[in-house]
């Protein structure tokens, strides 16, 4: 592909996610406001007079109508300025920015650890499909899919944490605090990649080129890992792609039950305090990070696989 045809199709990608994202924040908008709650009043407190309460909904602009606040939330947006939090009063990017890193790298260590392993018991169920391995991983699989993600989080916490004293229990003190986040999280990604890896891989490993290279007399490794797994590699870069995009938008279960400081228990605390500047601010990082991350991924099918053509 050249150069130039390279460019115009990321700036053709880029151009068509506006309307996505111009229709995620009219929805959020909202949505949001069809919450119960009075955000003034959670401001000003319980026991502040209802003059009070009005004076700080003029504050917060929340008097004027409702197609008035959204349209100088877009030209604000445009700016660069993503508004202030009505709880804490510090300007909402800030914020993000400053959590951002913590769930950047709970997800990074998640999807890493979830590759390694999904990767490996993918390929080793399918070159022995059909066995007791085989049926071993896979139940593995299905348990990391159906465990519901708290409560491998508490058990986890329970062991490692409170019993054997090996790692922090939550909040963040260190490289060791990520251990159990991490692993909660690679769990059910994990367990994705592997079935999606195991399913393509047979799928690949029947194919006509696999037994003529094996006809050849090429080892099984070759033959596993550079034949039959490369082409098997496009659903499973979508898989881990999609995995990344939902973790690095924000794990909240995960980061809730270890009180992690990131996205997600922001996003818990900007809704139970209807926060909305926070919360808008919040679900339009989750949407720019799923397109840029459905750009790589469009991007990486055609290194992994040269029939493919982004033109």
Request: net charge positive.
């Amino acid at each position: 592909m050249q150069r130039s045809s390279f460019g115009h199709y990321i700036l053709r990608r880029l151009w068509a996610t506006l309307p996505t994202l111009l229709g995620v924040t009219l929805i959020i908008f909202f949505a949001i406001r069809l919450l119960p709650g009075d955000p003034a009043r959670l401001v000003a407190g319980l026991l502040a007079s209802p003059e009070e309460v009005e004076r700080i909904r003029r504050t917060l602009g929340l008097d004027r109508p409702a197609v008035v606040q959204y349209f100088d939330f877009l030209l604000n947006l445009l700016r660069g300025d993503l508004g202030t939090s009505t709880v804490t009063r510090a300007p909402v990017l800030a914020e993000i920015l400053q959590r951002m890193s913590f769930t950047a790298g709970l997800a990074t260590a998640s999807v890493t650890l979830a590759v390694l392993l999904g990767l490996t018991a993918g390929i080793i169920s399918a070159v022995r499909h059909y066995s007791s391995l085989d049926y071993a991983v896979m139940a593995m699989a299905l348990f990391g899919i159906s465990i519901p993600v708290f409560w491998l989080g508490l058990m986890l916490m329970l062991l490692f944490a409170v019993k054997l004293h090996w790692v922090p229990a939550g909040g963040y003190s260190g490289p060791a605090s990520l251990v159990l986040p991490a692993v909660t999280l690679a769990a059910f990604s994990q367990a994705i990649i592997a079935r999606m890896t195991r399913s393509s891989m047979l799928e690949s490993l029947r194919q006509d080129y696999v037994r003529t290279a094996r006809a050849k007399g090429l080892p099984q490794r070759t033959v596993v890992v550079r034949h039959a797994l490369k082409n098997a590699m496009i659903p499973v870069i979508t898989v881990v792609g999609l995995q990344f995009g939902t973790l690095l938008g924000g794990a909240v279960l995960t980061e809730t039950t270890f009180a992690w400081p990131g996205i997600g228990r922001l996003l818990v605390n900007a809704i139970s305090s209807r926060d909305y500047p926070m919360i808008q601010g919040i679900v339009i990082l989750f949407a720019v990070t799923f397109t840029l991350v459905n750009l790589a991924v469009d991007l990486l099918y055609g290194y992994v696989d040269p029939r493919i053509r982004l033109e």
